[in-house]
């Protein structure tokens, strides 16, 4: 397969759907991580020093430029596949298994991925913006804080923006919503990105589908739950 092939086949475009869908999960195991660090209850001391690491080193800047490149780059090319699929499809089948076929989820990833890129614009308007771009989504409006840490640094203390953003309980919801669209999305994706870069045998396989469902309700929830903490004050 070559270079240009690997944008224009289908099978290329599914290949790198794998490859960035799979650089994708593993970011969502760092910023899961790093975001749990709020149900420490030290007024987040702890989150804001890890926010404050990943934000001022050269190497995970450089990191996020690869991450937003791998976003976009997966979002058009999963279009491109939706667009593909559904030209062939004009004609319906003759028998419509529904779910005996594939699930639900798997049908609607076009459906879900939409959902997901509106609740990330809203994700990153509430948050990269402001900790990236001063001055803009009132960045200026944050507390900056000192910690004695071994960074030494002063930084603006993001948590209490987390605090401020999830007090409206319409946020909330949508936060929650985005959550569950990116839970199903993965619970077709995970296998899916695996299949793809070639792992085909049963006993894997089986061992992937319950990884990647367990993957999809654990980091999910904890995702969904943390603006609902924050909303419903359990944690300070």
Not at 23 to 45: C, K, M, P, Q, Y
Not at 47 to 71: C, P, W, Y
Not at 197 to 226: K, P, Q, T
Request: charged content about 10%.
């Amino acid at each position: 397969m070559t270079f240009k092939q690997m944008f224009t086949s289908s099978i290329g475009k599914k290949f790198v759907m794998a490859l960035t869908g799979i650089s994708l999960i593993l970011f969502l195991i760092v910023h899961v991580g790093l975001n749990a660090t709020i149900w420490a209850n030290d007024g987040g001391r702890m989150f804001n020093a890890g926010a404050n690491f990943m934000g001022s080193m050269l190497v995970i800047r450089l990191m996020e430029i690869g991450l937003f490149a791998g976003i976009i780059l997966h979002i058009i090319q999963g279009y491109l596949l939706t667009v593909e699929n559904n030209s062939r499809r004009k004609v319906g089948y003759a028998v419509d298994y529904g779910n005996r076929g594939s699930k639900w989820y798997s049908r609607s990833m076009g459906l879900l991925g939409t959902l997901i890129l509106l609740f990330l614009i809203m994700h990153i308007w509430h948050f990269w913006v402001p900790s990236r771009l001063g001055g803009i989504g009132g960045v200026e409006e944050l507390q900056v804080i000192h910690y004695e840490s071994a960074l030494g640094s002063e930084y603006h203390n993001l948590y209490a923006k987390m605090v401020e953003v999830f007090q409206s309980p319409v946020v909330v919801i949508l936060y929650v919503l985005g959550c569950i669209s990116l839970a199903y999305h993965l619970m077709h994706g995970f296998e899916s990105a695996f299949r793809t870069i070639g792992i085909h045998n049963n006993r894997y396989l089986i061992m992937l589908r319950m990884l990647g469902r367990g993957f999809s309700i654990v980091v999910c929830a904890a995702f969904a739950m943390m603006p609902i903490s924050m909303y419903l004050g359990w944690v300070k």
